[in-house]
């Protein structure tokens, strides 16, 4: 995927090529979005990279720019920071030219169009960037279809709009949809759908997703699709439970269900924190547990029968997830990176709020368990299954 500096060379004097956006910008952010977004887009099918090259003039020549660390950290966090949905695949580069520098952007066409940056959807036409149309929106919908690898996004067959409780599906489209491009709608409930990858053109059936998100019983399509709950008064997975339920329905729903179970978890007594100095403090900090749960929510296998567990012991607490780890992810490089099973799910739990910023779930649960005084979570990864043990803040 990187570039070398013989087409970088090329990139500059090729006028022509409506795969290269040129800037001598550092700080416009929204430029740099809407640029990496249409060429995840593609609408002309070229399935070849497009490049983003900061420190260019117009004609081709340098700004005499010199790149940051920062500016090259700005450009890499647009990767994560849940503004482009499906998260974009791109890569960031410093060249150092007779000339000045140039900071290359390269970004890989999307393998689930329509892209969005902040809820439009922009494209490439020509040598300019403009935001897609309802044409062209579909045409992208429909070119997903052969491209779709996640599980999410494929067709549900036997499934139909009926299945679908397309009032929630109304409040989620203005959540991920910016409200120009809403009031301009025409399309019909279809359309509306597959441009959010929750519909299928060719089998004229729900996704997976839509199904998950918006459906009535997503269990009747997909029997894992719930969380076990189990709250113990001991250490043992005999002891009689003081608490058990088993939670489904659509994900929003089930996720609001969940959030307001933690919070019955969640107990505080007084502590010496330095000298004379006392403070309530809780066994677990909520919002650690809320993001190891919505992680494994997210990354989940929904292919698996198996639930997502939740289980409340006396001295600490699990929760298992179907499925393992994830493409790129392993036990070495687990939890700085990332590969996303579910990307319309992913996608989804961000605009829906659950989830703040991709990538960083983890991290901040084990900063969160640490400025608690909780030890830090233990994950157990084996081969259909990842276990996160939490333990409470000590007495």
Request: glycine residues 6%; hydrophobic residues 40%.
């Amino acid at each position: 995927m990187l570039i070398e500096e013989a087409q970088l060379l090329a990139l500059l004097s090729d006028m022509e090529s409506d795969r290269v956006e040129r800037t001598i910008s550092t700080s416009d952010t929204d430029k740099f979005a809407q640029a990496i977004c249409a060429f995840s887009n593609d609408l002309p099918n070229h399935r070849q990279s497009g490049y983003l090259l900061i420190g260019v003039k117009d004609d081709g020549s340098l700004s005499g720019l010199q790149v940051t660390d920062a500016l090259l950290l700005k450009l890499g966090a647009i990767r994560s920071d849940g503004n482009v949905l499906p998260s974009p695949a791109m890569s960031v580069q410093k060249f150092c030219l007779n000339g000045g520098d140039v900071a290359v952007v390269e970004v890989l066409p999307s393998d689930m169009p329509p892209v969005r940056y902040k809820g439009r959807v922009y494209i490439r036409v020509g040598p300019r960037k403009a935001v897609a149309n309802e044409q062209e929106e579909r045409v992208l919908s429909e070119r997903r279809i052969s491209f779709a690898r996640s599980f999410d996004v494929r067709p549900c067959v036997g499934a139909t709009l009926e299945d679908l409780a397309l009032g929630q599906f109304d409040s989620y489209r203005r959540e991920a949809v910016d409200a120009e491009t809403i009031t301009a709608n025409h399309r019909d409930i279809q359309q509306q759908l597959a441009s959010l990858r929750m519909y299928d053109f060719e089998r004229s059936c729900p996704s997976f997703a839509g199904i998950l998100l918006f459906g009535k019983n997503p269990r009747f399509f997909l029997f894992g699709a719930y969380i076990q709950y189990l709250k113990l008064p001991g250490t043992d997975l005999t002891d009689m439970p003081e608490d058990q339920a088993e939670i489904s329905g659509d994900l929003s729903s089930t996720l609001r269900e969940m959030e307001l179970r933690i919070k019955t978890i969640i107990q505080t007594s007084m502590h010496r924190v330095s000298g004379l100095e006392e403070r309530l403090l809780p066994n677990y900090p909520e919002w650690a547990l809320r993001e190891l749960l919505m992680n494994a929510v997210m990354h989940r296998n929904y292919e698996s029968n198996t639930p997502v567990r939740f289980y409340v012991f006396s001295d600490h607490i699990e929760i298992q997830s179907p499925g393992g780890l994830y493409g790129e992810a392993n036990a070495d490089n687990f939890p700085t990176r990332n590969s996303y099973r579910n990307p319309v799910i992913a996608e989804a739990m961000k605009s829906l709020g659950f989830v703040n910023k991709f990538g960083y779930g983890v991290q901040r649960a084990q900063a969160l368990l640490k400025e608690n005084g909780n030890p830090p979570a233990e994950f157990v990864f084996e081969e259909q299954i990842v276990l996160v043990r939490i333990y409470p803040r000590p007495s």
